[in-house]
T-cell receptor, first 110, second 114 residues
């Protein structure tokens, strides 16, 4: 079964501090992993996906198949990063089923 | 393109009443998803359609919930009868097979059942 676990409901940091939002997944095949973000009063939107291997707004995420993790990282947090972050998994097999974790709220304080 | 359009944006109803949430996906998208967002459980996939056909409804909580997609530009999620525990934000999202598996979300419908 597909499962995504985000162990932290809330992560609170000061501006300029490093950030790591944890995500672990359970899937027997080769998954595709995503991070979606929801800023206050905005729609849920894609932040990044592992196959793109890109940095978006200073965030990066590396897929670690050995640890089945896809942690989201940023070296220096900004106040505008405050939002709800969801890790998501899409399994292989031809179906577009996207399963989300419970989400982590990131609060960046000045 | 106005994106994924959901209505109503807010709905307040009393327990036992029927609730119908509506969604218009992005034109040309062949997948449509309904999610429910709560503080406790985050985003839960309720059901999704491909080419108007329901593919997986295993996330639908119980028989009180039903979803339809009569054509490529419209879907409904119905709750009958509604209960206070159904209070949540319901999101519709759409995607396309050629769209790199990226979902575009609507603004959501906030449901409050008193």
């Amino acid at each position: 079964a597909q499962r995504v676990t985000q162990p932290e409901k809330l992560l609170s940091v000061f501006k300029g501090a490093p950030v790591e939002l944890k995500c672990n997944y359970s899937y027997s095949g080769s998954p595709e992993l995503f991070w979606y973000v929801q800023y206050s009063r905005q729609r849920l939107q894609l932040l990044l996906r592992h196959i793109s291997r890109e940095s978006i707004k200073g965030f990066t995420a590396d897929l670690n198949k050995g640890e089945t993790s896809f942690h989201l990282k940023k070296p220096f947090a900004q106040e505008e990063d405050s939002a709800m972050y969801y890790c998501a998994l899409m399994g292989s097999g031809g179906y577009n089923k996207l399963i989300f974790g419970a989400g982590t709220r990131l609060a960046v304080h000045p | 393109d106005a994106g994924v359009i959901q209505s109503p944006r807010h709905e307040v109803t009393e327990m036992g009443q029927e609730v119908t949430l509506r969604c218009k996906p992005i034109s040309g998208h062949d997948y449509l998803f309904w999610y429910r967002q709560t503080m406790m459980r985050g985003l839960e996939l309720l059901i999704y359609f491909n080419n108007n056909v329901p593919i997986d409804d295993s996330g639908m909580p119980e028989d009180r919930f039903s979803a339809k997609m009569p054509n490529a530009s419209f879907s409904t999620l119905k709750i009958q009868p509604s209960e206070p525990r159904d209070s949540a934000v319901y999101f519709c999202a759409s995607s396309t097979t050629s769209g790199a598996n990226v979902l575009t979300f609507g603004a959501g419908s906030r449901l409050t059942v008193l």
